[in-house]
C-alpha cells in the first residue's frame, strides 16, 4: 500500500495564540519576543509585511515598532502549549496516527484513507475542524513522502489560491512544484549545504530530485540521499507516533538583570534544578549525571568574564528533586567565583535510565528515600493543577533574578484568574 503523509503546520502560532484573546489586534502588526523581551522570535503576516525579521533584537526594531504601531508580546509558553495540545487533540481524533513534530507542527498517516475519502476533502475537513474549535489557521501538505508532503504545505503557505490545502500526490504536480521551490527551501537543506549544491548546479528542488542518489550520497551523505529519494515519493522516513526519549534534560535561562550576590545566583539554579526535575519525572526516567554551569554576560567586554560548568555521577540513578538540590548545591559551591556580574546559569541531567531497570549495590540495600515517589507525585500534582505552587525553600521566595517579560500576556486557558470577563 502506498504511503500518505499530511503535514499540518500552524500559521505564525505564537503570534495567532496572541491574537485569539485579542480581537482588537486581528488586523495590526505583533510580535513575540524572546526570553528577557530580547529579541523577535514570531511575527504576525502584518509584522512580516513591514520587513521585521526573525532573531532581531528588538532594540534594532524599535524605530519601526513605534513607527507602525506593533504591539510587542514576552512569550507565553503557558498559553502556547495549552492551544498546541487543543490543536494536536483534534488531530490524533482525525487521523489513525500522529506525529507530534513541534508544538506547531505535526505529520499525520493517511496511508488508505483515500480508498474511501478524497485526501484533498478530508485535509479541508480537518484545516475547518481545528479553525472552529481553536480559532488557530493552519496549512496543510499532502504528499507520499514526508519531504513531499513538507513541500507541499510550503506551497498551502505561499499561493493563497491553494485554499491553505495542497494534495501533492500526483507525480507530474510534485515535479512541477519542485521546479518553483529553491534547493534551500527542501526539508533539511540547511544554508552551508544550499551554498554546495548550487555551487555543483543544483538550485532547485527539481534539480536534487533529478540528480543522482548514489552520488548525492558519495559526494555529501546518506541523509541527503535519502532526500533525494523522498523527493522521487520514495517514503524513507517513517511516522513516529512516539516521541524519542530524550538523552538529555537542559534548563537553562539569561537572568533580567545581572546577579552578583551568591545567594541569588544560588537561588536560581535551585530553580533550573527543581524544573528539570520535574521534567525527569515527565519522561518517567532517572538521571545518574547532573551538570550545573554559570556565566557572565558576553555582550559587554568591558566586564569580568567567567565562565565554569561542573558535573558529577550521582551514587545511584534518582528523579528525586531533593537528591539533585543536594547535588546541584555541591557543584555550585565549587564553581561560584565572587566578583563577577552573572548573566546565565543552568543544569543538565543526563545518564537516563528507566524506572527500577537499573543495578543496585548488593551491600547497601535500597537507596531510595522513603516514600520518595509518593512525595514527587504529589508535588508535581499540585503545581500542575494550577490551583498553587510548591517549592523548595532553596529556591527563594521573591526572586529578583526572574525572566524579563514586561509584555506578557494572561494565561487565558490555564489560569482561573486570567479568564477574560465580560461585563
Known amino acids: 500500500m502506498n504511503t500518505v503523509f499530511a503535514l499540518v503546520d500552524c500559521n505564525n502560532f505564537y503570534a495567532s495564540c496572541e491574537k485569539l484573546f485579542r480581537p482588537d489586534l486581528k488586523q495590526k502588526p505583533i510580535v513575540v519576543l524572546s526570553n528577557n523581551d530580547g529579541c523577535v522570535i514570531a511575527r504576525s503576516k502584518e509584522a512580516k509585511v513591514l520587513g521585521i525579521k526573525m532573531g532581531v533584537p528588538i532594540f534594532q526594531v524599535r524605530d519601526d ?26 488531530l490524533e481524533e482525525e487521523a489513525p496516527r500522529v506525529e ?17 475519502l478524497d485526501v484533498l476533502d478530508f485535509g479541508r475537513h480537518v484545516k475547518a475542524r481545528v479553525d472552529k474549535h481553536t480559532g488557530i489557521t493552519v496549512g496543510i501538505g499532502i504528499a507520499p513522502t514526508k519531504t513531499l508532503a513538507k513541500l507541499a504545505n510550503h506551497a498551502a503557505k505561499k499561493y493563497p489560491a ?11 504536480r510534485q515535479r ?13 537543506v540547511g544554508r ?27 559526494e555529501f551523505s546518506v541523509v541527503l540521499e535519502r532526500t533525494v529519494r523522498e523527493l522521487n515519493g520514495v517514503s524513507c522516513l517513517e511516522l513516529e507516533a512516539l516521541a524519542p526519549t530524550k538523552k538529555q534534560i537542559l534548563c537553562s535561562r539569561s537572568f533580567g538583570q545581572r546577579i552578583t550576590d551568591k545567594s541569588e545566583l544560588r537561588q536560581a539554579v535551585a530553580k533550573y534544578v527543581a ?12 538521571a545518574r549525571v547532573i551538570q550545573v554551569f554559570i556565566r557572565t554576560g558576553v555582550f559587554n567586554p568591558n566586564d569580568p568574564q567567567y565562565s565554569n560548568a561542573l558535573s558529577v555521577e550521582l551514587p545511584y540513578p534518582t528523579d528525586d528533586t531533593r537528591d539533585l538540590l543536594e547535588a546541584a548545591d555541591v557543584l555550585f559551591s565549587r564553581i561560584y567565583r565572587a566578583g563577577y556580574r552573572y548573566a546565565k546559569a543552568g543544569v543538565m541531567l543526563t545518564g ?14 535500597s537507596p531510595e528515600r522513603p516514600h520518595s515517589k509518593a512525595l514527587m507525585e504529589v508535588l508535581d500534582r499540585i503545581n500542575h493543577s494550577g490551583k498553587g505552587t510548591v517549592f ?32
Open 192 to 218: 552551508r549545504l544550499t551554498e554546495k549544491l548550487k555551487a555543483r548546479g543544483i538550485k532547485t528542488a527539481l534539480d536534487l530530485a533529478d540528480a543522482d542518489p548514489k552520488s548525492i550520497r558519495r
Open 176 to 188: 512541477r512544484l519542485m521546479a518553483l521551490v529553491d534547493v534551500g527551501d527542501v526539508w533539511g
Open 162 to 172: 491553494t485554499g491553505s490545502v495542497v494534495d501533492l500526490t500526483d507525480r507530474a
Open 100 to 116: 507530534v513534530y513541534s508544538i506547531d507542527e505535526a505529520f499525520l498517516d493517511l496511508t488508505g484513507i483515500g480508498h474511501t
Open 275 to 286: 524544573r528539570a526535575g520535574e521534567k525527569l519525572r515527565g519522561e518517567k526516567r532517572l
Open 65 to 90: 515598532i513605534i513607527k507602525h504601531d506593533v504591539v510587542c508580546f514576552s512569550s507565553n509558553y503557558a498559553l502556547y502549549a495549552d492551544m498546541s495540545n487543543r490543536v494536536m487533540t483534534i
Open 352 to 365: 537516563f535510565f528507566e524506572q527500577g531497570a537499573y543495578q543496585q549495590d548488593f551491600f547497601k540495600g
Open 392 to 423: 523548595f525553600a532553596s529556591q527563594g521566595i521573591t526572586p529578583q533574578w526572574s525572566m524579563k517579560r514586561e509584555h506578557l500576556s494572561p494565561a487565558y486557558t490555564t489560569r482561573w484568574s486570567d479568564l477574560p470577563c465580560v461585563y
